[in-house]
């Protein structure tokens, strides 16, 4: 099963607002990843985090990797229609070789 | 340069058939995994394949298997289909092994397997 806990499950927001998700975990990740999932297609990689406390931009997203390693939050300033989809936070452990998923926030916008 | 491509995009089996997906990844990736995506489950990693060497294995039966090729095209096999195995699943590729260091895995559309 999953070891992360992603929330909230959805969001029904207006155009313009601000979105703010989290993922957290009962382990230490090496790096935390956040992915946008559109109807049809598969994850797209938003932000990659490498380092405990790092807080990276790309646009309108802003992602912190937290100080424990064991969470990470994605912010979504000025929402816009097409950032409608589900967004997916990811931690990956060198060790074990492979990337953890949360079960996905699902983002409606209202124009 | 063309992105991660899967075949078929979409499939209609019955239970206790088998089936074979396909994933190309990215000219020059190496390193090809395989996820299953369910409502209920999210994406669970099954395996990645590097160099034709499988590299990793998540917790699934022996009834989903995988192989790669030289040209690092890869293949994923479940037998014996069940109806749980309905699922979309996704390929993802990256130049190389994700053991070492996180290196970034792009996605595949998916193949959605229905189980009747």
């Known amino acids: 099963g999953q070891q992360l806990n992603q929330s909230p499950q959805s969001m029904f927001i207006q155009e313009g607002e601000d979105v703010s998700m989290n993922c957290t975990s009962s382990s230490i990740f090496n790096t935390w990843l956040w992915y946008k999932q559109d109807p049809g297609e598969g994850p797209v990689l938003l932000i990659a985090?490498?380092?405990?406390?790092e807080l990276t931009s790309n646009g309108r997203l802003t992602a912190q990797f937290g100080i424990t390693r064991k969470d990470s939050f994605l912010n979504i300033s000025a929402s816009i229609p097409s950032d409608v989809g589900i967004y997916f936070c990811a931690g990956h452990r060198t060790n074990a070789g492979k990337s953890t998923f949360g079960d996905g926030t699902t983002l409606t916008v209202k124009p | 340069k063309a992105g991660v491509t899967q075949t078929p995009r979409y499939l209609i089996k019955t239970r206790g058939q088998q089936v074979t997906l396909s994933c190309s990844p990215i000219?020059?990736?190496?390193?090809v995994s395989w996820y299953q995506q369910t409502p209920g489950q999210g994406l669970q990693f099954l395996f990645e394949y590097f160099s034709e060497t499988q590299r990793n294995k998540g917790n699934f039966p022996g009834r989903f298997s995988g192989r790669q090729f030289s040209n690092s095209r890869s293949e994923m096999n479940v037998s014996t289909l069940e109806l749980g195995d309905s699922a979309l699943y996704l390929c993802?590729?990256?130049?190389?092994?994700?053991?070492?260091?996180?290196?970034?895995?792009?996605f595949g559309p998916g193949t959605r397997l229905t189980v009747l």
């Open positions: 985090l490498y380092k405990a406390g």
């Open positions: 993802a590729s990256s130049l190389a092994s994700g053991l070492a260091y996180y290196n970034e895995q792009f």
């Open positions: 000219s020059g990736h190496r390193s």
